[in-house]
């Protein structure tokens, strides 16, 4: 099918708006789309057969899905679970009939990775929440009426929602309303990718034989032409005839014209597209199966970076979305809900272990502090805390200029109970 000028115009334009404006059907912009550079048209769903694609949204749509959620209620400087809130087990459990919490916020990540935004439709009956219902970005158009209020239009229903009734997570964006798509972004490194992808297919598919011409001496009509093509082709093509000795018949002669896959520095430009998505979605490659700079001294570290750095964005924003949207004016500042990164950050055992053993000795974890952290059942009396005796404060060495008599015998027998004489 061919266009005029302005038809492919109207088709670039199309593409770029398919995205950031889900009202243009994205069946049609992957049709008559703009192509990258490579030939490759990307598109939200396409792009998941690019397997470092489909690996980030796996690990960050997972992991966020993952995590406990809950909300939680303020007691002074304090905070405790808020398991008799109404909404506690929407939030927790079960937000619609349809889908668990973790189904429900993986799906709301992987929409805001692949088209920039995560939408959820509050359901009320009355003032009262009655589950949230997860829509495709491609289903919702997001905008701003003449008097600055915030509508999302459900596409090709008519139907309007405000902004009170609708969960929003938007990616990196301009304007705070509506989130750039890390596809469009990122369209022609996707491409690249996915180019590369193919063309290794491709070659393995064809023996591992690259493109070349056959050379015959005499003058060949149309039909011995194409019948020496076929026959070549029936005879050496494919994965399964690779390795296989060519017999050149007639003074024939074979000449290969295409780079080889090593000039062309395949298996590099492949793992600088890897690369290249890791970086897009801030995520450390070994995440997404890059083991070539991950070591057992540094994949540690890396995991935590990548909680702190990575994670921890999406979880404020779908903490702070739901607290704004969820509770009524009198519970905001009492009431939040907090998705708990704690699991994610807990290191291997000697790690845990070391870190417990100084919050117990210097007062600032428990005996069930550190049993709750590690999912275990609490014990009586388990909520004392320790207080080193051989220290005290600045103001009374400042009111004294030396411990107390009280101080003295404290300091004596903690040297005596730890065998210091």
Known sequence: MKFSFLQRLSNIWALSRSIENPSVPLSMAGIMGNPTATGKTVTPENALSFSAVWASMQAIGGDIGSLPIGIYKKDGSNKATALDHKYYNLIHSEPNPQMTAPV?????????????????????????????????????????????????????????????????????????????????????NIGLGLALQEFGNRFFGNGANLNGVLEHPATLSPEARKNVKESWQQTYGGLSKAQSTALLEEGMKYTSISIPPEDAQFLQTRQFSIDDIARIYRIPPHKIGDLTRSTNNNIEQQSIEYVVDTLNNWVVRIEKEFDRKIFNENEKGIYFTKMNLNSLLRGDIKSRGNWYSQGRQWGWFSINDILKLEDMNTIANGDDRLVPLNMTTV???????????????????????????
């Open 104 to 188: 429900f916020y993986q799906g709301l990540m992987t929409n805001v990775l692949s088209w920039g935004n995560g939408y959820a439709e509050i359901i009320r009956k009355g003032a009262i929440i009655k589950q949230f219902n997860l829509h495709k970005s491609s289903e919702i158009t997001p905008y701003r009426s003449d008097k600055g209020n915030i509508f999302y239009k459900i596409n090709g229903t008519g139907k309007e929602i405000p902004a009170r009734d609708m969960i929003h997570i938007p990616g990196l964006s301009f304007d705070g309303l509506v989130g750039k798509s890390p596809i469009t972004v990122a369209r022609e």
């Open 395 to 421: 103001e009374k060495m400042k009111m004294n200029g030396q411990p107390s008599k009280e101080e003295i015998g404290k300091i004596v027998i903690f040297l005596k109970e730890h065998n210091y004489g």
